[in-house]
């Protein structure tokens, strides 16, 4: 199949969270299946600064309401059977620190950049005659592509292709006013309750919803939350309505990357059959943070974003009567500036005890993985997460709440390989922590927790059979 995916980022040329992974590593599996993938993205300003991008020869020339806009398309080939294609515009992602937005917020031109994302991707896939079998589309700012399929390109070869749209996190949705409709040369027939319309605004990942063939979304537990009030952010109905064409299909991780085996931030390897390497991480970490006084002592670990949907708030009301009995947390994150004062605070109050990093820092997020007993993700929501998966693979023992992708990869029980809480409340929170510690003072059940968390394959080898066994469907309708 040819596969034309369209992302706002993508690792490694940019990234915010997720999705960034996503749009790096699935295209990349496909490939590797014998695909023909093409991803096309914007070029953001630190995009600039690498050095092999080739011109394709190719320029867009794209006519709005608002203006012209256009620049060159540019080509990163990553391997025979894929290549990223940049789109290049100045005024959209050029000299902006941010992609979406900077410390006064979203930028209020995001309408506009990602209209020129969403046409201009098609328009250099025609340009370069690549006329693909599936589009795959990613989260609010590619909601554009399929009215643009059907209303602009009818009559190309590109009409053919089937979307495919995928929700990250339902939460972030683009709701612009309905003067965008104008700005953007939107029909107003599609400014209905069935169409693009949202609360008397534009919402632009409804319209990948509406319009696309078939959606998709991180984790099967999280494709039947987002059907639920609770969850639905307001599209909850339109997704029951769809819900024959929605699936979910678990993310993968980076298996190279995250390999205990292999890893070269940590000061000593390991792997499932010998486990001696993860105590000379433990120490490593803790005098990282400078807890160096006791290395029994079961460690805490998170590293996150630090936001309301990720729980922090719920674990700064818990920590301070965990922290009563003999353990060791360390935090490594940055965010919510309320949320990293309150970490700071916890470090102040319990100095010997706990350790705070605020900011991001790969190498130390990989020693947090290795070197802790326990890692902490208590999320309100969670539509699939990565750490858990990570947690598992350097067997360290995750404590997850209930929900989203958390449910479909750590299975709680005596048997399972992580610890489980239904209630966001701080009662059930420190359950599980009190249990951790009893799992802690029993070593041979401690390490059959870690075997069996070790030895679950979550590489995107299986993710992408899944995606390919979905697009191979669409195409044989």
Not at 215 to 228: K, M
Request: hydrophobic share 40%; glycine share 12%.
């Amino acid at each position: 199949m040819k596969i034309l995916f369209i992302a706002s980022e993508v690792t490694p040329f940019s990234k915010t969270g997720g999705l960034g992974d996503v749009a790096g590593a699935l295209p990349t599996a496909l490939a590797a299946l014998g695909h023909d993938v093409k991803i096309v993205t914007p070029r953001y300003q630190d995009v600039r600064n690498t050095g092999h991008l080739e011109p394709t020869g190719q320029s867009l020339v794209l006519r709005f309401p608002f203006g012209e806009a256009g620049g060159p398309v540019l080509s990163a080939r990553l391997s025979e059977r894929l290549e990223v294609l940049f789109l290049e515009n100045e005024a959209f992602f050029g000299g902006r620190k941010g992609l979406y937005g900077d410390g006064g917020g979203e930028f209020p031109d995001n309408p506009r950049r990602f209209a020129y994302l969403c046409i201009g991707a098609l328009q250099a896939a025609q340009r370069l005659r690549f006329f693909p079998d599936i589009i795959h589309l990613h989260d609010w700012q590619t909601g554009l592509v399929p009215v643009a399929l059907r209303r602009g390109f009818q009559g190309t070869p590109l009409a053919r292709a089937k979307c495919v749209f995928t929700i990250h996190n339902l939460a972030y949705q683009g709701h612009f006013p309905k003067g965008t409709m104008e700005d953007l040369g939107l029909p107003w027939d599609l400014f209905t309750p069935d169409g693009v319309e949202f609360y008397d605004q534009v919402n632009f990942l409804k319209s990948g919803l509406v319009f696309s063939e078939a959606l998709t979304t991180v984790s099967p537990t999280y494709a039947r939350e987002i059907q639920t009030a609770e969850q639905g952010y307001g599209l909850d109905g339109l997704l029951r309505r769809r819900s024959h064409a929605l699936t979910g299909i678990l993310n993968g991780i980076d298996a190279h990357e995250w390999n205990p085996r292999t890893d070269s931030y940590l000061p000593e390897r390991y792997g499932p059959d010998d486990l001696g390497g993860k105590a000379a991480c433990k120490r490593a970490l803790l005098e990282r943070f400078g807890l160096s006084g006791d290395t029994g002592a079961p460690v805490f670990g998170i590293v996150s974003r630090l936001a309301w949907q990720k729980g922090v708030d719920l674990l700064l009301e818990t920590l301070p009567a965990a922290l009563q009995a003999d353990l060791r947390f360390v935090a490594v994150g940055n965010g919510d500036p309320v949320l990293e004062a309150g970490l700071l605070a916890l470090q102040a109050r319990f100095p010997k005890q706990v350790g705070v990093h605020i900011g991001f820092d790969p190498e130390l997020s990989h020693l947090v993985e290795a070197g802790s007993d326990f890692f902490l993700m208590p999320s309100r929501y969670e539509p699939c997460g990565l750490n858990q998966m990570y947690s598992l693979r350097y067997g360290t023992v995750p404590i997850v709440r209930a929900t989203g992708g958390l449910v479909d990869t750590v299975e709680g029980g005596l048997d399972g390989n992580g610890i489980l809480f239904e209630s966001f409340h701080r009662s059930a929170l420190l359950a599980a922590i009190r249990r951790a510690l009893a799992l802690y003072a029993d070593p041979v059940r401690l390490g059959d927790f870690r075997g069996r968390g070790m030895g679950k394959d979550f590489s995107w080898a299986a993710s992408a059979r899944k995606y390919e066994s979905l697009f191979a469907s669409l195409v044989a309708e």
